[in-house]
């Protein structure tokens, strides 16, 4: 029977004793957790289970198939990694939040119907939200609420596409969903958000990086590979998607490049690597879909290492600010190290994870005649070596000497990034394992020579690029600043906008008020001066008059009725 | 603990330590490596029988010089539109 325990329960109940438990032996307990769960998928067979029906519905707790659990052991993997990473941390909340939030991101990953996805999916939201509270700040706070509205509103479309898909199908099964029917917009809609599409994107770089240092690590890893996994099961094939994704891998490197705060840099790379994932799911060939969820798990991995190596600096030196740090490869080597090989397999340089997975993506996107966006791809793959296989390591261990001579990383960081190195580099090399567990069978060989060397020349020749913009100066500096994003839009025109509204409100109010007055006095003068001590109709009349008056209308009425 | 890498780092700093690339000079070596690839990587397009879809990559060093003008281009862009969007670090903090 143990096997038909949903596999996110583990972590949900799992992290009920945490506050509870003292010193070392919460540490260990909770790395247990996530080998416990691997342990479990492996017992696992494909299938569902757990099924009840309420209110007519068929709802499924668990099922198993391979792209559910494909996301699942990467999910576990990442956990581990980050409570290794954030063993040293003392913060009991954070702890036990994040590994309710990891356990509903799992829950959700195996939900067979889309009210099960529902529930986890809003319970990672809420879980997510005090992990960016981790923080502590105010900043951090005021980030978190923001996030929070957003997930909100990705929760009610979710909520409000499952209702009509309900009604029109009479099913809440989670499977391909497509565009066909209203209840699907709103579902992608509710995705898209989660998948930080673009103009839905700005939670991410808002919020993400405002979480302490662990948090960070573990918020990079699930919420918006949950989006993918959640794309990858309903819209397979979905052609808007290709340009959704497409826009999505070009506009945030442009941010990476002038963007001071190192792990903002990481969100908005993180953004862009989202968008390689969603036009492969666009593309929807068995080809784009591998590439699609093979890119989610290398990139959990390189992102998890980029985000813990980010965090180790801002752990010892207090600071992530490209403009305040540099030369730290001097204290800090292995971090360093560890660093350069995340960076070079989130730019897929051959033998390192992002290169056997991405250049799936391509060739899909090449084989299937999208040349536009295979352009588009290109580019932005060279884009991404720029701002973080290169910008990243540079300004924070080499650059200009900031003088700062931290301490290198804590043991347990730097075992956590080393195991995440050589996993990254364990992918690159010796990819078959990864291929075996992929949703559809594999016929792609990426070590050929076509795509080593020429992805060799892409990426070398873009970090020639950067070698000439440094030495000639033409590199933009890192500078202190807060470089405008969309979230202009309600950080700082909505609140202007409601202000206006109140202020331009009152004077409105004001203003009719004032003629409302204004009509009311002329009125009562008008009705003064018929009324009033000299009007016309309060003139004393002579009472001869008055007679005379009654004896006409008298006169008048005799008349009238003969 | 604290104390050992302070003295560590007290140390380094009296002796004057240099690190390898502290001397330009081998930063110039990196910078001269690089381009010696590069230049390798180019005209290897002329050592192997390319396969791919479009008849654009076929082109001579197509890759090297996408990769080396897109890049180009996105800093220069990039640069540009920080006149626009770059505010003070405490923008939004009132």
Redesign the interface.
């Known amino acids: 029977m143990t096997t038909e325990f949903a596999p996110g329960l583990l972590l949900i109940i799992g992290a009920i004793p945490v506050p509870f438990i003292r010193g070392k032996a919460r540490s260990i307990y909770m790395l247990a957790l996530p080998i416990l769960g691997i342990l479990q998928l492996t017992t696992l067979d494909p299938g569902a289970f757990g099924i009840v029906s309420t209110l007519g519905f068929e709802q499924i707790h668990a099922r198993i198939d391979k792209l559910s659990l494909l996301f699942g052991y990467i999910f576990y993997i990442a956990a581990f990694l980050g409570i290794l990473f954030a063993w040293h941390n003392n913060d009991r909340l954070e702890q036990a939040t994040s590994l309710v939030y990891i356990g509903a991101a799992i829950g959700a990953v195996f939900a067979g119907d889309l009210i099960t996805l529902f529930f986890y999916w809003e319970l990672a939201a809420i879980a997510a939200i005090f992990l960016i509270w981790s923080g502590r700040t105010k900043?951090a706070y005021r980030a978190g609420f923001r996030c929070l509205i957003i997930y909100m509103l990705s929760g009610v479309l979710l909520l409000t596409g499952i209702g009509i898909k309900a009604i029109e199908t009479g099913s809440v099964a989670f499977e391909h969903i497509g565009l066909d029917s209203p209840g699907g917009i709103f579902i992608l809609l509710a995705f898209g958000i989660k998948c930080a599409f673009p103009l839905l994107h700005n939670w991410l770089q808002d919020a993400y990086p405002e979480a302490s240092v662990t948090g960070t690590v573990f918020l990079s890893a699930f919420t918006t590979k949950l989006a993918v996994y959640a794309l990858a099961r309903g819209y397979a094939g979905t052609e808007i998607l290709i340009w959704i994704g497409v826009a999505m891998t070009a506009f945030p490197?442009?941010?990476a490049?002038?963007e001071n705060d190192l792990r903002r840099v990481l969100a908005y790379s993180l953004n862009n690597q989202l968008g390689f994932m969603v036009a492969g799911i666009g593309i929807g060939t068995t080809l784009a879909i591998n590439g699609a969820v093979s890119h989610a798990f290398a990139h959990i991995i390189y992102k998890s290492l980029l985000f813990m190596s980010m965090g180790a600096v801002l752990y010892r030196t207090g600071t992530i600010k490209g403009s305040e740090l540099g030369g730290l490869?001097?204290?800090m080597p292995w971090t360093a190290g560890f660093c350069i090989i995340g960076g070079a397999s989130i730019s897929a340089f051959p033998l390192f994870s992002g290169f056997v997975t991405k250049s799936m993506i391509l060739t899909a996107a090449?084989?299937s005649g999208y040349?536009i966006p295979?352009l588009v791809l290109?580019?932005a793959s060279?884009?991404v070596?720029?701002h973080s296989g290169i910008k990243i390591p540079f300004f924070a261990f080499?650059a200009h000497?900031s003088g700062k001579?931290p301490?290198e990383a804590p043991a347990n960081m730097l075992l956590a990034m080393g195991l995440a190195a050589f996993l990254c580099i364990g992918i690159g090399v010796y990819p078959d394992p990864l291929y075996a567990i992929l949703p559809f069978p594999v016929d792609y060989t990426p070590y050929?020579?076509?795509h080593v060397?020429?992805?060799?020349?892409?990426?070398?020749?873009?970090?020639?690029?950067?070698?000439?913009?440094q030495?000639s100066g033409?590199?933009?500096p890192e500078?202190?600043?807060?470089?405008?994003?969309f979230d202009f839009s309600y950080?700082?025109i909505a609140p202007r906008l409601v202000g206006w509204i109140m202020n331009g409100g009152g004077l409105v109010w004001t203003q009719l008020t004032n003629i409302f007055l204004q009509m009311v006095r002329s009125l009562t003068t008008l009705v003064f001066s018929y009324f009033g001590p000299s009007g016309l109709l309060s003139r004393t009349w002579p009472t001869g008059s008055m007679v005379l008056w009654a004896a006409v209308l008298l006169g008048l009425t005799l008349v009238l009725y003969y | 603990m604290?104390d050992k890498?302070g003295d560590k780092?007290a140390e380094e700093q009296e002796s004057g330590k240099q690190?390898w690339?502290?001397d330009m000079r081998n930063v110039h070596k990196i910078?001269w490596a690089?381009?010696f690839?590069?230049t390798a990587?180019?005209l290897?397009?002329a050592l192997?029988?390319?396969?791919?879809?479009?008849e654009f990559?076929n082109w001579f060093?197509f890759?090297?010089?996408?990769?080396?003008?897109?890049?180009?281009a996105?800093?220069?862009?990039?640069?540009e539109?920080?006149k626009?969007?770059?505010?003070?670090?405490?923008?939004?903090?009132h």
């Open positions: 900043r490197i442009f941010y490049v002038i490869y001097k204290t090449a084989e040349i295979f290109l580019f060279a884009g070596f720029h080499f000497d001579r301490r050929t020579p076509t060397v020429t992805t060799l020349q892409l990426l070398l020749f873009s970090g020639l690029a950067f070698a000439t913009l030495r033409l590199y933009p500078l202190r600043s807060t470089v405008l994003d950080r700082w | 604290d890498h780092i690190y690339l502290d910078f690089l381009i690839v590069c990587l180019f290897a397009d192997y029988e390319k396969h791919v879809v479009y990559e060093g890759f090297g010089l996408f990769g080396f003008f897109g890049s180009f996105l800093v220069l862009i990039a640069r539109l920080r626009f969007l770059m505010r003070k670090e405490d923008y939004y903090d």
